[in-house]
């Protein structure tokens, strides 16, 4: 049946952001109580804690690196059965894992699915976003961001309550009912008409392929489409901000799967322990916006890269603060700060690939940078569960978590101030040539140097050689111009 296009900015998109709201909460705030289960599930199994820590990381690792696949749901299906589909595998993920009879089947079942599913949901409903809001999108990402928040929240103490009456089991049967929510939230996605038409290209037949070669090459395609695998090669920038990030990633989960267990583990009460996680949770719902709001001045336009360091390093800093002491007022403290440094990572981390890379890359340079930072959470709890296992000490696992923390940031800052000296030693160069050019001209020209009315551009090229006043355009980087204007003498440029 012919279905009622919305439009854009339109009443429906606020109806929209709260369906994305809840979306949101429901999947990026479900990993942050894992934690809660780890005792029962360990007892329940007599598992090490190494491998009870494999089913909170392959359910963050498959949430992360499942976004190629569900970019391609999303272009055939579009977000609104997408979101819905998520739903219906997280649900089903939780129920069957409320049957589980080994750790093998809950890897598999609240892992696996649940996490395939909650990355279907999430990311289809962040990409409605951007159809749905076009003059508010930047209000739109802050809003929606604050059902995060609220799920670290709701979440632990959901959780917590649960536990008591009904058991891990009955405890994840009815999060299977509570992920049906997410296909509510898909079925108020209506589709979005868009002003522009479906452009039709005539292509030449391609040439024939044998079956097998078809097959990789389309693979090759699609892979390279979804993968910046070239952006990784050739963009510096790019390259410090992924490896910087996947190994920071090897610590930062770390106190959101353990705090629970060690707060625990120093005797504090289990409704008191859960009651940390909700701290950080309601923290953030101030605190990022707070955060979003700072970055996005101009002020702080040159110096994101170098703050986004400075909170992996202040979270680092922290995670040695809670090593040092389990009593519950002290961690109450952890989680404040914590929070402060958490907010300013979610703020900034997507704020800073946008400028390192083009906007036309940015899809694909974030679909390569989720699955690589996918593999970083696969391995993280389980390493802390091995160290965890034969230390049987839980402050380890928070030196642990300081170690990659502290050390990514000092590489990431350093490696970010680095390529900042060497492209402005590359523009002093060009800004030399560019000086003795006019020099020469001066000195050779018959008369007076006219000053030439300069053009700030960011290397694009120009429409036409002169401008409506017969001057030259001249096109160079505007630090450049600036310079060279008060070197010579130029009137205020246009």
Not at 187 to 201: G, W
Not at 214 to 222: D, E, F, L
Not at 272 to 299: D, E, H, K
């Amino acid at each position: 049946m012919p279905q009622a296009l919305e439009h854009a900015d339109g009443s429906w998109a606020w109806v929209v952001l709260l369906a994305t709201m809840v979306t949101q909460g429901l999947t990026l705030g479900f990993p942050t109580c894992i934690g809660i289960f780890f005792t029962e599930l360990q007892w329940e199994f007599q598992a090490s804690n190494s491998e009870t820590s494999w089913i909170p990381s392959i359910l963050m690792a498959v949430l992360h690196m499942a976004g190629p696949l569900c970019s391609i749901l999303v272009g055939r299906f579009g977000c609104r059965v997408t979101t819905m589909l998520g739903g219906m595998l997280a649900s089903l993920g939780m129920v069957a894992s409320s049957f589980s009879r080994n750790l093998s089947q809950l890897y598999f079942t609240a892992g696996f699915i649940t996490g395939l599913g909650m990355c279907f949901s999430f990311q289809s409903s962040v990409t409605v976003l951007g159809f749905y809001f076009v003059r508010r999108r930047v209000l739109a990402n802050a809003l929606a961001s604050m059902g995060v928040s609220l799920g670290i929240t709701l979440w632990p103490l959901l959780s917590r309550y649960l536990l008591e009456d009904l058991g891990w089991r009955g405890t994840f049967l009815v999060f299977g009912g509570v992920f049906l929510h997410c296909c509510i939230c898909g079925a108020i996605m209506r589709p979005v008409a868009t002003s522009v038409a479906p452009e039709t290209k005539e292509y030449p037949p391609p040439p024939p392929e044998t079956p097998a070669l078809g097959c990789v090459a389309a693979c090759g395609r699609t892979i390279q489409r979804h993968l910046a695998f070239d952006i990784l090669r050739h963009n510096t920038g790019y390259c410090v901000y992924v490896l910087g990030v996947m190994w920071s990633l090897l610590g930062f989960p770390l106190p959101q799967v353990f705090l629970v267990p060690y707060a625990m583990w120093h005797r504090v009460d289990e409704q008191q322990a859960a009651l940390l996680i909700s701290i950080i949770g309601f923290s953030n719902i101030f605190l990022r916006p707070l955060a979003g709001l700072m970055a996005g001045r101009p002020a702080f336009a040159s110096h994101r890269k170098y703050l986004f360091s400075l909170a992996f390093l202040l979270n680092g800093l922290t995670n040695l603060v809670c090593a040092a002491s389990g009593d519950f007022w002290v961690l109450v403290g952890y989680c404040l700060v914590y929070s402060v440094s958490m907010s300013g990572i979610g703020a900034l981390i997507f704020q800073v690939l946008m400028d390192i890379v083009p906007m036309d890359q940015f899809p694909r340079a974030l679909g390569l940078f989720t699955v690589l930072d996918g593999f970083a959470f696969l391995i993280s709890p389980p390493l802390a569960g091995l160290l965890l296992d034969a230390t049987n000490n839980f402050s380890y696992v928070f030196f642990m978590s300081s170690f990659f923390l502290i050390s990514a940031a000092l590489f990431m800052g350093g490696s970010f101030y680095a390529l900042q000296k060497k492209e402005q030693g590359k523009q002093a160069v060009v800004a030399d040539a560019f000086e003795q050019d006019i020099f020469l001209e001066a000195k050779d020209g018959p008369g007076k140097q006219q000053s030439p009315v300069i053009m700030y551009s960011s290397r694009l090229p120009c429409p036409a050689g002169v401008n409506k006043t017969g001057h030259e355009c001249l096109l160079w980087p505007k630090a450049v111009l600036q310079a060279k204007q008060r070197a010579l003498g130029w009137n205020s440029p246009t």
